[in-house]
């Protein structure tokens, strides 16, 4: 009798340990659903319009949002009109939130990676937004552009979500390259002062 109690104390006892801990945990910072391997795909009348991809998501809900995570890479692939592979946009983490009042917001952060493979253009910035409603993406921060036009650099950019027409701000030290008599040509748009010396003919 004496050893039953102590094992019914025991487990209760026991019991008590593991509900203090549950107690201590922070559900709120507690993933809701993890997957491995994630995969949507977005269609438009039969053809692919956008695809996105990420080795792991983790939801999350309060009582203001809720948001996914995606901590370890997120790729996502834009496609034309005709189903043409367009656009990469690649970046160590993404996050996106969904608010009460049935707002959306989507943030690619850390070493993002945005290209248009049609234009030969490739973006390189710290963090990028994604404006789902208005379908263009932007951001605040640094912004370096290489296209077959040259090289452009800058605090600030916006575009349409396939990066067909960028637009970069407050740009500083750029330069483009100039075709001409099939000799590719450098010109430092802040430190050039021409014109160019004229090409003295071999004899």
Known sequence: MIATAAAVAFVVYSCKGKLAEAEQL?????????????????TENGLVKMRAEAPRMEKYEKDSLDYELFPDGFFVY????????????????????????????WEAFGNVVVK??????VMETDTLYWDQKN?????????????????????????????RSTI????????AIVVKDTTQVLIDSVNFIGPFQKKIAAD
Not at 116 to 121: G, H, K, R, S, V
Not at 168 to 175: A, E, H, Q, T
Request: hydrophobic fraction near 30%; proline fraction near 2%; charge should be negative.
């Open 26 to 42: 922070d559900l709120t910072e507690t993933p809701v659903q993890v997957v491995d391997d994630m995969f949507m795909q977005q």
């Open 78 to 105: 834009g496609f034309d009109e005709s189903g043409k592979l367009e656009t990469e946009i690649v970046a160590d983490n993404a996050r996106h939130q969904k608010f009460k009042d049935g707002r959306e917001s």
């Open 135 to 163: 379908e263009k993406i932007y951001t605040h921060c640094y912004v370096r552009m290489y296209s077959p036009d040259g090289f452009m650099q800058g605090y600030g950019m916006e575009s349409d979500q396939r990066a």
């Open 168 to 175: 970069l701000f407050n740009n500083f030290n750029n330069y």
């Open 116 to 121: 248009n493979l049609i234009n030969q253009e």
